[in-house]
DNA sequence: GTCTATACGAAGATAGAC
DNA sequence: GTCTATCTTCGTATAGAC
């Protein structure tokens, strides 16, 4: 398990699995294979213990090898995490099983965050990141959710737009904002219900779904 | 300025300067007044750099004593962390002003938003404690924010019922999920704005109150 | 190319002197 | 009440073994 998509030798890769824009663009100097296994290895890590305390040596002691040799791979600490976030969503997303169409864009997002308060690390890991991104000189965090947040909302539109279109979604509000409050709503009651699990993530996301009913 | 609240002395200090929930509960024996002027000095600069970059040697150093006697005040930066951000809230709270009744819910979180905004750092600042409070061994950050969440829900939800039963919002959605909702989506749109001023915050929350509207 | 060993500076935290 | 000194751990950088 876990290396199912794993490259079974350090040639060049497919593809599919070409360098990430987070990791190092038109590069394939660092060894794919090997970076795809620490990935692999670490995302178990992260799972666990999500961001804090896991330190650039607590993840190398996990894997099995020296700090110095993750930062062979990835440039610092933060862009590994971002990797690992990237891996570990990816991964989510493959698990995620997709209902019938018509599926509504609400729904897609209740699918998501059901998958993802599975694995509360990957909450926190998110959450992490996103404050990390807020950073006056950021680094790659910052890269990488300004065009995550971009790339949903603009898929989220597209949805509520044909919604609207085929008369499954109220016509009276702009789908730019509900797609930016669908987002935001799903982050913030991730938050809220590993927080206080009486909070009824998926109902309340559902409420949502019967506001913007026709 | 910056002292209008501020003890004159190191008398007990009068019931409104008790000792916060995440303070030393209880023990007036590390000197409110100076406590306060701690606060008030590192406030600053934390809105100018939030959370990130600003460790203990540098508040320290920017009020001008070591950063072990700012340890004798707070148990930990953490806790001075939560400590600043309760008391930069609090000032915000005392800037925004109140619109006249009715007024809705959406549009208490609609001001409380627009004035965070205003100070970025105080964004997150926010973002990385409420990441810090869903570490697996949570420090003060999780039980400040878990109360905090469990405030304003509840005030939002009171707001609400009243505005369901004076028919100034639909009545078919259950007030504690909009309630979460409305939280989560004020917090969520102000991450999302900060990375992407295009967003449009405010008008994103209008429409959220459109969708309320009977 | 891959990795270990090692060093450096900064960080949070603690102990004890004044 | 505040400081200096010190401990441990951290991220990062470099040198060099294989």
């Known amino acids: 398990m876990w ?27 660092k060894g794919v294979a090997r970076r795809q296994e620490i990935l692999d290895r670490a995302i178990e890590v992260f799972q666990e213990r999500g961001a804090d305390g896991t330190s650039l040596r607590r993840i190398a002691g996990a894997i099995g090898v020296s700090h110095a040799a993750l930062l062979h791979y990835f440039d610092s600490r ?4 971002v ?3 990237e891996h570990a969503e990816k991964r989510r997303d493959e698990t995620v099983v997709d209902l019938p ?3 509504r864009g609400i729904d897609i997002m ?21 404050a990390a991104s807020l950073e006056a000189d950021a680094g790659p965090s ?35 904002h509900v797609a930016a409050l669908i987002v935001a709503a799903s982050d913030g009651l991730q938050i809220q219900w590993l927080l206080e699990p009486s909070v009824e993530l998926q109902a309340s996301l559902e409420t949502f779904g019967k506001l913007l009913a026709p």
């Open 78 to 81: 933060e862009q590994l995490l």
């Open 83 to 85: 990797a690992v976030y």
């Open 101 to 103: 169409e018509p599926e």
């Open 3 to 29: 290396c199912d998509d794993r490259m079974t030798a350090k040639e060049p890769a497919m593809p599919s699995d070409a360098p990430s824009a987070i990791g190092r663009p038109g590069s394939y100097s």
């Open 142 to 176: 910052r890269e990488y959710f300004t065009a995550r947040f971009e790339r949903v909302r603009e898929d989220l539109e597209q949805r509520l737009r044909r919604e609207q279109a085929e008369g499954r979604m109220r016509a009276d509000v702009d789908v730019r």
């Open 110 to 130: 209740i699918e998501a965050a059901n998958a993802n308060i599975e694995v509360p690390g990957l909450v926190q890991l998110y959450s992490t990141l996103v």
